[in-house]
């Protein structure tokens, strides 16, 4: 369960999220979409306590990231890719991090093993391919097993069969009853994977809603979006996106 | 069974980042090269009788300390250039006990590793030394309290390149800034000040002056090896 209240971001001039309010629920994957530059790297920074709000809160499992008592053990994340360094192998790198939770060390095969990378764990991160990098930044979000998962943009950039290992991923932790939270602007691939949807432009709410609603109220999902984002869209043409 | 995270478990997480870079262990290995190389070379060129053996024997310590004061930065920036960061902070969102337990692991590593570069470096040198010239002893007080002392510098030369990699984030600034305040700044006549005793390089060299009554020691560290023939 992720609770954001009146969510507010600004940087200098511009307000990256604008009094954004929304739940997210366990057992279903949760789309949030929108435009580029629409705050959702802004606002999933916000949910880890990288940034802190001007207004407003956000709470994961009921509080503040930084309130969490073992936060890998609660919060899974995957931001922006390659969050290892290239030197280490991905073994001692999930070590590390198993270590600063009080994760057991079992955890770390059990997980290299799920997301496929055992093969790979001794040699060097930096040699891993971009779909395999990816994998490992999704080993260090599960390792803890944590009931809450986010992935920023998590297909950018992957081959359709990375896309494909993703999205069955994420629905199948949400069908074991997990809060998962994925980003994108891209509308095909969240009707694919999401349920519900959670779509902002310019920083604010514009609908907290289902894919079959959001479908069955235009000609197509397509549609639906761009008739929604057309109002954010205006503002980025007028060049005031962070 | 502890209810949140706590030094204990940072401390082992950055423990575990450090052993198992390479490019540590090679920087480490590189400096202990250094100073047996260093310390024999100038073990056998010593040949004033009266000379300070002791001084000229730990001249590595130059080298020791660029090799110590740069991997205390590395250690810092890389997290930030290769995007580490943003999982040990996941993982960790309180920053300070992150800094406490990076610096707490590093200072450890690096007074046992700095100390076993120093005293390697001295004992290979001394092995050297020839028969006509005064050869120090670890059983001297002030030989040992040298040799000790040097090892500690490298330990402390490398936690100010970690902080000053905390304060910059960035490899190249952060070793600009080391190299302008522990090379460049005793040279720029800031030693005369009486800020300067607190420069890292007169601290090194003060620890040196502990084997001999030498009162220009202070004032010529970048000349602080003598190869003076009687």
Redesign the interface.
Known sequence: MIEAHGLTKRYGQITAVDHLTFDVRPGVVTGFLGPNGSGKSTTMRLILGLDAPDHGTVKVAGRGYHDLPFPLREVGALLEAKAFHPGRSARAHLHALAASNAIPASRVDQTLRLVGLTAAASRKAGQLSLGMAQRLDIAAALLGDPPVLIFDEPVNGLDPEGIRWIRNLMKSLAAEGRTVFVSSHLIAEMALTAERLIIVGAGRLLADTTVTELSASNASLEDAFLALTSGSAEFRATGSTP | ?????RFR??A???W??LR????VRWTLLFALAGMIGIGIAAGFNTRNPRGDVTNNILAGGALGSVLFAVLGVLVMT??YS?????????????RPLVLAAKAATFGLTALVAGELVTFAGFLAGIAFVHGGVHRPALSQPDVLRAVALSGAYLCLIGLIGLALGTIVRHAAAAITALVALVFVAPLAGLAATPAGQFLPELIYANSLGATASWPSCATSAPEWVEFRHG
């Open positions: 069974m502890t209810d949140r995270y478990n940072v082992r997480m950055e575990i980042k198992t870079l390479r490019s890389s997290e290769s995007g580490t960061i943003r999982a040990t902070l996941a993982a960790i969102p309180k």
